[in-house]
């Protein structure tokens, strides 16, 4: 994980030229931490406690695009947190619901 500013972290991937790059934000709010396109792999969850994050504080999960590098791990945050949020694009939401991540409820925006 890279300190980009305050509050804002990139996560290093295992093939950055393959994979999407996940960003996480803090909000120093009861909002808590905000992730966007968390990647395929979920491992990096426990890197957060180093820079004093709590990751069962991700509330909130922004997804891009429907494209499996962007949204793959989301299964690893719902177990995280229960409550966490997912929004994405309105045509994205039926391919990642119906084919890889059933059963979770996304909050729609306009990109």
Not at 40 to 64: M, S
Not at 78 to 98: C, D, G, L, P
């Amino acid at each position: 994980m890279k300190k980009i500013i305050k509050n804002i972290f990139s996560i290093e991937t295992y093939n950055p030229s393959q994979e999407a790059i996940p960003y996480i934000i803090d909000t120093n709010s009861e909002d808590g931490l905000v992730i966007i396109d968390p990647g395929l792999h979920v491992k990096f969850i426990h890197e957060l406690e180093d820079y004093g994050l709590d990751p069962g504080k991700i509330n909130h999960c922004l997804i891009t695009h429907e494209h499996l590098d962007h949204f793959g791990g989301c299964y690893k945050l719902k177990e995280s947190n229960k409550n966490v949020q997912f929004y994405t694009h309105e045509n994205a939401v039926k391919k990642i619901e119906t084919k890889w991540i059933n059963g979770m409820t996304f909050i729609y925006f306009f990109l």
